[in-house]
Structure formats: C-alpha cells, structure tokens
C-alpha cells in the first residue's frame, strides 16, 4: 500500500486500467443512489457490492479499520438524536421507556433509514480513496474540460493539505527538540496546546501562498489577459479513454435513470414493504402496528 494525501492506495491494482474519469464519475453517481433508495435492504446490497469491488482492487480491508470509528459513533448519533432526542409523538408506537424517555418504533425505524443510506456514501468514498490518488483528480477535471482556474484551484488545494501536513510535523518535531513532551498532560491542556497549533501554521501558509503568488509572476503567469492561449496538456497524453471507459460511463448513467424511475415512477426501493421493516416491526412489534 502506498500511502497518499487522500488516503492508502494498493502499489497495483485492476481498478487503475480506467481513465481516472471513470472513478470520478463512479464516485458522482453511485454516491447519488442511497440518497435515492430508502430500502435499506437495497443500500446493504450497494455496501456489499463496493466491498466487491474493494476486493477486487486489490485493496488490504486492514487499512478500512480507519473508518470504522467514523461509521460507529455516526450509528450511535444518529439512533441517538432520533431516539433519546426525537421528542414526545403519542402517536407513535411505544417500543421502551429509557429513564422516563419513550422510545418509539417509527423513530427507531427512521434512523436505521438514514443510516443506512449514509453507510453506502461512506463505502463509496472509501472506495474511491482508496483506489484514486490526488492526480486521477486532475486529471478527470482536466479531460473533462473543467476550466483550467477551477482545476487550478483544487490542485493548490489539494497540495496545501499535504503542506499543512508536513507543516504540522515540523511544529511538533521543534516541539520536542526544545523538550516539549505531551505524555501525562491533561485533555483540555492538549486541546489548547492544538489550538496555538494555529498560529504557526498560519504563518507558513501564508508565506507560502505568497512564494506561489511570486513564482507566478516570475513565469509570467496570469488567470485574465486578452488573448486566450491554448494551454498543452502533457498528463492527459498519458492517459486514453477506451471503449470500456465509455461502456462503464453509460451503464452508471442508464442506472441511475433506472432507479430513478423504479423510485418515483413504480413506487419501488422505498422502506415500506422492505424486509428490514418487516423483520424490526416483528421484532420490536411483534406483528402488531
């Protein structure tokens, strides 16, 4: 694995065969799918095919280990906010009483829903950062002929993360080398000690966005002017766009549609109906509702 801004990528992989478009726009549509299907028995189909698709890239699952706090206590504060602080609903039905709180079936049901939908994205991104690394960006904004000051933009974004990144390193080396040890202090002590983190960092961002602004000017560079030159790209020379590239671009688009009419012209993918609600309502309910 190799270790990226974005995230770790596997040294080889199938997936690098497609045009970095492709995983662009992979991540665009199939990122829209959850927000589209309420079923959650669907969006579980959608986690297990991206898990398919992980193994298929090659990628070592130990690395998704970084993810699962994130995918845990966002469970936890979802049920929680639709549970715990959902509010009183005497219409609902009454599953529990937690500590004088009612917790309700309809509550619990709609935060499996949106949890359920937001698990897929999280495998979706995960897939993508772990199979695409900071370039592949550019170069799908480029090859889709993203104006080249917005594709400029990300770019000095993406490095000012990596910067911020080494800055931060420097900051807390100098730490150390004047015999700062954070071993023993307490959380609140650590927490102001990040927030003057602040200071320097700030500094160095901004003398190095200045270093980029002169190095621009030394070049004679500028975003306006009155002729429009044509700009060479060599990184898209090294890319080609194949006849499976296009196949893989219309079938996620000719998807998407399809689900767009199952969902809102057939009624189907919706919660009702699923067998997630049909196995919590006979759990929670015992038939009854």
């Given amino acids: 694995m190799n270790k990226t801004i974005l995230g770790y990528v596997p040294e080889q992989s199938p997936i690098y065969s497609l045009h970095p478009f492709v995983r662009v ?19 579980f189909v959608l986690i297990l095919v991206v898990l398919a698709l992980l193994k298929y890239s090659r990628v070592t699952f130990s690395t ?23 509010g009183r609903h005497p219409e609902f039905h009454q599953v529990v009483s937690l500590l004088g709180i009612p917790i309700y079936f309809e509550r619990i049901v709609a935060a499996v829903e949106v949890y359920m939908r937001i698990l897929p994205m999280i495998f979706v991104m995960v897939l993508f950062l772990s199979t695409s690394r900071e370039r592949d960006i550019l170069v799908a904004m480029r090859w889709a002929r993203v104006p080249f000051t917005v594709t400029y933009l990300v770019a000095m974004s993406l490095r000012a993360v990596g910067m911020v990144i080494e800055d931060f390193s420097i900051v807390r080396q100098a730490e150390k080398a004047r015999g700062y ?39 004679g560079y500028s ?31 000719l998807l998407l549609l399809l689900i767009l009419v199952a969902r809102y012209g057939l009624g189907m993918l919706t919660l009702e109906g699923s067998l997630t609600m049909r196995w919590l309502r006979q759990w929670l309910l015992g038939g009854a509702g």
């Fill in 25 to 43: 726009y992979f991540l665009m549509i199939v990122s829209l799918f959850p927000m589209i299907i309420s079923s959650p028995d669907w969006n």
């Fill in 181 to 219: 040890d954070p071993k023993g202090k307490s959380i609140p002590y650590k927490l102001r000690q990040f927030v003057m983190y602040i200071i320097p960092l700030m500094g160095l961002a901004i003398r190095r966005s200045e270093d980029f602004s002169n190095a621009l000017v030394a070049r």
């Fill in 223 to 253: 975003f306006t002017g009155l002729r429009r030159v044509k700009r060479p790209d060599y990184v898209l020379t090294k890319y080609r766009f194949s006849v499976l590239d296009g196949i893989i671009v219309v079938l996620l688009t």
């Fill in 64 to 86: 998704l280990k970084l993810y699962v706090p994130i995918s845990v206590s966002m469970g936890v504060l979802i049920l929680l906010s639709y549970t715990v602080l959902g």
